[in-house]
Each structure stands twice: as structure tokens, then as C-alpha cells.
């Protein structure tokens, strides 16, 4: 599943202009720490966390992740989207918790 | 008890213990205990060393937090939701993420907040008693 | 849905053993971050699934009522985060599936987190 389509299914909002909505999603990764996505996230994967400051940015580009998904109704830091437009690195925003959001896509993944 | 992680909680987790022995309902417990371990992390995470004093009255809960860090330049600036001044390393360990004054402030009925730069910080936290509670005069 | 069931559905391991494996949990959270955990409304009998280890993860679940605790890709707390948890009476397991596989089962099978702000579904 695309970006793009995920981000419909799920009602994210997409709040980056630059970066490939069109990217294969390739599964996911939920965590909170910087060292724990560096050590076990996937390329490909997308990113589900609380976290809004921008060192994620950087972390999800040398992962080559597939895009950045805040939880929580969080607002990413000025600075964090400036990054991610930097990098061409997609964010998007759920209103739900965590759990929920992942456990949505988990659904939407297998199906 | 600043910059020391391995007893992090445990004043927090004392007061709770101690709120509920004095037969304190389970919601203001509940909140004076997460003030109490927000304000004692923030202690924890950013300053030297700090002091936790506590008083219960027929009225209400009051808990002060004093430290001798490095005072906060703007307070309202810092509670703000998402705004940190943690140090990377701190964000691993499960905090930094900006929430503690907010959650402070959501937890108490009264706060007061005085922070002198260079010197440290005080925080006074006050949770109103609803009537009918037992308690024990300090 | 009991946490003996739920340690089913996760493939998970006991850790800390507080008390009757047929507790019914009601709600689950999963964080990484304790801010957010003392943000959340608690709920009785809740589980909360997280990545982070250290000790810190049990006080902030002994100040925010969590009753349980799930530790993913087997990751396993130090022996003195297991005697905290022995001390204050919650449960510890460890299952060797990520956050995201975790929280995908225990979705699928009806089980909600809650926010104070969210409400409820």
C-alpha cells in the first residue's frame, strides 16, 4: 500500500508538501526512543510515534523509512517539518492514540 | 535527590503510600502523586539536588518542590505543551518530552511556579480536599 | 479480556507474577514515553505495552494505576526493575513481538486504549 492511500484510510493528515506519497509502505514501527528505531526499524517501514521533535527526522532518513506518523493529535515542532521538508521526508498526523493508530494499520496491512 | 535515575519515583511512590494510609480519596492520590513525580523528575533531569515538602490539611493537599538548578528563563514558555529542555539522552530514557508542567498543572487545582535563573526553582502545588475526607492535621 | 489470555495472544512470558492470570484488562495503552502515561485517565485494569525497560517504566505505572506491563522484541528488564515490580504488584511479561505486531492483535481483537480528551469509541 502506498503512502498516500494509507494516509486516506487511516484519515491522517498529511502535513509535509515535499517527500514520496507515492512510496511503497512496507510495514511499520512504533516506538518512542531514537535508539530503538536506529537498532530495529526497517527500511521501507513507516514511523508511529509521540515524539515531534526534529531528530526524528533525521532518524527516519537514514532508515529510510517511508514516512513518520505523530499520535495524539501531537503538532510536530516548527523545526521538525522544516526538516522533513528538507528531506523529503513525509509526516502525518492521527488523532488517535498510539495504539489504536497502529492497530488500525496492522488491520489495514493484512487485509 | 537531582541527576540520580535509580530512585527516580521513589519519593512520589512514598507520598502516594503515605496520602492513601491517611485515607485520601484515590483520584486526588492519584493526582498529587503524578504532580509529585512530574515536579520530582523535572528536579531529577535538570537540577543538582532538590527537596520535597508535603502538608495535609483538613482543606487541602499542598506539596513544594524546590531545587537549586538552573531556573527556568520563561516560565509560561515552559509550560507549554512539547516544550523540553532535556538533554537527547534523557528522551531515551522515557521522559524529555515536554509534558511534565503541563501534567503538573492539569493534576493540581493551585500552582505556583518561581524560578530565579542561576539559582533554582520552587513549585508549589495545591490540590483541594473535597469534604468528608479523613485526615490527619501536619 | 484476562491477561492469561492476552499473554496467549502475545506469545508472552511471566515475568512478575501479581496475583490471579484471570484479571480482567479493560483497557491497553502502549508508549515509550512516561509523560504520557501520567497524561493518560486512568482506567482500572489497564495493560500498558512499551519497548522502554528501565525502572522507570514501573513507578510511572505504579503512579498512573497500570496494572500490567508488556515488554516487546523480548526485551527484558534488570533484576532490580523486576523486584520493584514484585514490591508495588505488577505484572511483568515479555513478548518477542514488536509494538506493532502487539498492538495489532490486541486491536484486532477488541481491545481499546482511551484518552481523557479522545473519549471513549
New interface residues.
Given amino acids: 500500500m502506498k503512502v498516500n492511500e494509507m494516509a486516506a484510510k487511516l484519515s491522517l493528515r498529511v502535513n509535509t508538501t515535499k517527500g514520496d506519497l507515492g512510496r511503497e509502505v512496507t510495514g511499520c514501527y512504533i516506538s518512542d526512543l531514537l535508539s530503538d528505531v536506529m537498532a530495529n526499524a526497517k527500511e521501507g517501514e513507516v514511523w508511529i510515534t509521540l515524539q515531534t521533535h526534529p531528530n526524528i527526522v533525521a532518524v527516519a532518513a537514514l532508515k529510510n523509512l517511508s514516512g513518520i506518523i505523530i499520535t495524539n493529535n501531537r503538532i510536530p515542532e516548527e523545526e521538525t517539518l522544516k526538516k522533513a521538508e528538507a528531506e523529503g521526508m513525509p509526516i502525518m498526523l492521527s488523532a488517535s492514540p498510539t495504539f489504536e493508530t497502529g492497530g488500525s494499520l496492522y488491520r489495514l496491512l493484512r487485509c | 535527590m537531582g541527576g540520580e535515575?535509580?530512585h527516580?519515583?521513589?519519593a512520589?511512590?512514598e507520598l502516594?503510600t503515605i496520602l492513601t494510609g491517611l485515607g485520601i480519596s484515590a483520584d486526588l492520590v492519584?493526582r498529587a502523586?503524578?504532580a509529585t513525580?512530574?515536579a520530582e523528575?523535572n528536579v531529577i533531569i535538570h537540577a543538582a539536588a532538590g527537596v520535597i515538602n508535603y502538608s495535609v490539611t483538613p482543606d487541602k493537599i499542598q506539596i513544594v518542590v524546590s531545587d537549586m538548578g538552573p531556573g527556568i528563563p520563561d516560565i509560561e514558555l515552559a509550560m507549554t505543551e512539547?516544550y523540553?529542555t532535556a538533554p537527547?539522552w534523557v528522551?531515551?530514557?522515557?521522559?524529555g518530552?515536554?509534558?511534565?508542567l503541563?501534567?503538573i498543572k492539569?493534576n493540581s487545582d493551585e500552582l505556583r511556579v518561581e524560578s530565579v535563573v542561576g539559582e533554582g526553582t520552587t513549585i508549589e502545588i495545591i490540590i483541594s480536599k473535597k469534604e468528608g475526607d479523613a485526615c490527619e492535621g501536619e | 479480556m484476562t491477561l492469561g489470555r492476552i499473554a496467549e495472544i502475545l506469545d508472552a512470558e511471566f515475568l512478575v507474577n501479581a496475583g490471579d492470570p484471570n484479571t480482567e484488562i479493560e483497557s491497553v495503552c502502549s508508549s515509550d514515553l512516561m509523560s504520557d502515561l501520567l497524561h493518560f485517565s486512568a482506567r482500572p485494569k489497564s495493560l500498558l505495552i512499551t519497548g522502554l525497560i528501565n525502572n522507570q517504566v514501573v513507578r510511572t505505572a505504579e503512579i498512573a494505576d497500570i496494572n500490567a506491563v508488556v515488554f516487546v522484541l523480548n526485551k527484558r528488564p534488570d533484576r532490580e526493575t523486576v523486584s520493584l515490580a514484585e514490591e508495588k504488584g505488577i505484572w511483568l511479561l515479555v513478548t518477542r513481538l514488536s509494538r506493532y505486531t502487539a498492538c495489532g492483535r490486541l486491536y484486532g481483537e477488541g481491545l481499546r486504549s482511551c484518552t481523557e480528551e479522545d473519549g471513549c469509541d
Avoid: H
Avoid at chain 2, 528522551?91 to 521522559?95: N, V, Y
Avoid at chain 2, 518530552?97 to 511534565?100: D, L, R, Y
Fill in positions: 535515575f535509580t527516580a519515583g521513589a512520589s511512590s502516594k492519584r502523586a503524578i513525580f512530574e523528575m512539547g523540553s537527547d528522551r531515551e530514557m522515557g521522559w518530552a515536554g509534558m511534565g503541563p501534567n492539569k
